[in-house]
């Protein structure tokens, strides 16, 4: 099993409609959590980290389950820019190693 | 400004040579990380080092070397050794052992020739 699962999607979103999507992770004892967004050929670029309560960056809401071991982004009113690959990271407890996910991708369509 | 950056941006390398690409922050992070990144696939961890003069192999370190002289430079080796090293691969530094979030550079695109 993947230390880090997301659904690589597409998903396909009209303009102004809202997105969620899942990332699951194994070790129960990772402490941070964090999304990145990679455009195509490009370094990934944090987007927002994920905290215990669940937080909100305008249209971006992160959520964490600990219990379930899974972590959401949900993209309200999606723009065009919202197209690109959205990352899921999990530090690997202790030591801190950090895992990626593969990625879902969204696709914002006019 | 701070930040992370990788040299070169592209490099070609014929069979059988060994190539170093370049990684230096002056962000003062602690940790630093090579990734490498095939098309339409995610991120793998190459190597990872968290303090001077040490660091630990990731999930894919065969073929690959690194060092850690100062804090600032954490450079990559591809040698002969690795069969398919045509990739992307990004460098990163966080702060804190990955309890913090990681800042990568522009990547490095390798490709044999």
């Known amino acids: 099993r993947k230390e880090v699962e997301q659904d690589p999607g597409p998903f396909n979103v009209p303009e102004g409609a809202t997105v969620a999507f899942n990332c699951t992770y194994s070790?129960?004892?990772?402490?941070?959590f964090f999304w990145y967004r990679q455009d195509c050929r490009k370094e990934p670029k944090l987007l927002m980290s994920?905290?215990?309560s669940g937080n909100e960056d305008g249209r971006f809401t992160a959520q964490l389950n600990r219990a379930s071991q899974y972590i959401s982004l949900l993209i309200r009113d999606s723009k065009l820019s919202d197209s690109a690959t959205y990352l899921c990271?999990?530090?690997?407890?202790?030591?801190?190693?950090?895992?990626f996910g593969a990625g879902t991708q969204v696709v914002v369509t006019p | 400004d701070g930040g992370i950056t990788q040299s070169p941006k592209y490099l070609f390398r014929k069979e059988g040579q060994n190539v170093t690409l370049s990684c230096e922050q002056n962000?003062?992070?602690?940790?630093m990380y090579w990734y490498r990144q095939d098309p339409g696939q995610g991120l793998r961890l190459i190597y990872y080092?968290?303090?001077?003069?040490?660091?630990q192999k990731g999930d894919i370190a065969e073929g690959y070397s690194v060092s850690r002289e100062k804090k600032e430079s954490f450079p990559l080796t591809v040698t002969s050794a690795q069969k398919n090293p045509t990739a992307f691969y990004l460098c990163?530094?966080?702060?804190?052992?990955?309890?913090?979030?990681?800042?990568f550079g522009q990547g490095t695109r390798l490709t044999v020739v």
């Open positions: 990163a530094s966080s702060m804190d052992r990955g309890n913090t979030e990681a800042f």
């Open positions: 070790n129960s004892a990772s402490q941070s």
């Open positions: 994920v905290y215990s």
């Open positions: 990271v999990v530090n690997g407890g202790g030591w801190g190693k950090l895992q």
């Open positions: 962000l003062n992070h602690d940790a």
């Open positions: 080092s968290q303090i001077v003069n040490d660091f």
